[in-house]
């Protein structure tokens, strides 16, 4: 049960690390640069607060690896309440992860194109201005699709934490929220153009 206990304490951290920087560079960073029916805007933002993008980058690799080790540590803590769901945390996981880590070559596209490389003269400005929107459309719809594998992830995690006694039930009945709240999502950015979004989304 001591075991238990650390365990689910390094599951909280690593939750908590999770929260922070996915909330980081998933809301703020977007929120401050991205203007997106403006590409000069967006342009400029990026290329004067480069700083800022750059971070939140970096806060998207630390956010969704810390996830992938807090699956392992969940895994580890919870695998004997429901083997199958505690099994289809890991393909979920492993299915998901690397999808969303490989999404964020994206954004580093985006820094090749303001870096103003000797090659970049054959564009003109509106045409860089242009591609930077394209690519951060690219990452935005990479992660629409990675909504649905870390919806159905959530699900498990948050029935397995739920069940567990391990620990507080309502953080599993917010994950599994959240799995619906993905895929809500999901379908309404594919088929309706003004959609705005619904519940806490794929940042919990």
């Given at each position: 049960?001591?075991?238990?206990?650390?365990?689910?304490?390094?599951?909280?951290?690593?939750?908590?690390?999770?929260?922070?920087?996915?909330?980081?560079?998933?809301?703020?960073?977007?929120?401050?640069?991205?203007?997106?029916?403006?590409?000069t805007?967006?342009?400029?933002?990026?290329?004067?607060?480069?700083?800022?993008?750059?971070?939140?980058?970096?806060?998207?690799?630390?956010?969704?690896?810390?996830?992938?080790?807090?699956?392992?540590?969940?895994?580890?803590?919870i695998?004997?309440?429901?083997?199958?769901?505690?099994i289809?945390?890991?393909?979920?996981?492993?299915?998901?992860v690397?999808?969303?880590?490989?999404?964020?070559?994206?954004?580093?596209?985006?820094?090749?194109?303001?870096?103003?490389?000797?090659?970049?003269?054959?564009?003109?400005?509106g045409?860089?201005?242009?591609?930077?929107?394209?690519?951060?459309?690219?990452?935005?719809?990479g992660?629409?699709?990675?909504?649905?594998?870390?919806g159905?992830?959530?699900?498990?995690?948050?029935?397995?934490v739920?069940?567990?006694?391990?620990i507080p039930?309502?953080?599993?009945?917010l994950?599994?929220?959240?799995c619906?709240?993905?895929?809500?999502?999901?379908?309404?950015?594919?088929?309706?153009t003004?959609?705005?979004?619904?519940?806490?989304?794929?940042?919990i």
């Amino acid at each position: 049960m001591t075991s238990n206990k650390k365990i689910a304490r390094i599951a909280g951290l690593l939750y908590l690390v999770v929260v922070i920087t996915g909330i980081f560079s998933l809301m703020y960073v977007p929120s401050k640069l991205i203007v997106w029916d403006n590409p000069t805007i967006t342009f400029n933002n990026v290329v004067e607060s480069q700083a800022l993008f750059r971070f939140g980058l970096i806060s998207y690799i630390i956010c969704y690896t810390s996830f992938l080790i807090l699956t392992l540590v969940l895994y580890e803590l919870i695998k004997s309440v429901h083997h199958i769901h505690a099994i289809s945390i890991l393909v979920l996981a492993m299915a998901s992860v690397p999808m969303a880590l490989l999404n964020i070559q994206n954004q580093f596209n985006v820094l090749s194109l303001i870096g103003g490389e000797n090659y970049l003269i054959v564009f003109n400005s509106g045409q860089l201005k242009a591609q930077v929107l394209l690519y951060l459309n690219n990452y935005d719809n990479g992660r629409l699709i990675t909504l649905v594998f870390f919806g159905l992830l959530l699900f498990s995690i948050g029935y397995l934490v739920y069940k567990s006694g391990l620990i507080p039930k309502i953080l599993g009945i917010l994950l599994m929220f959240a799995c619906f709240s993905n895929l809500v999502n999901f379908v309404g950015n594919t088929f309706l153009t003004s959609y705005s979004g619904f519940g806490i989304s794929s940042y919990i």
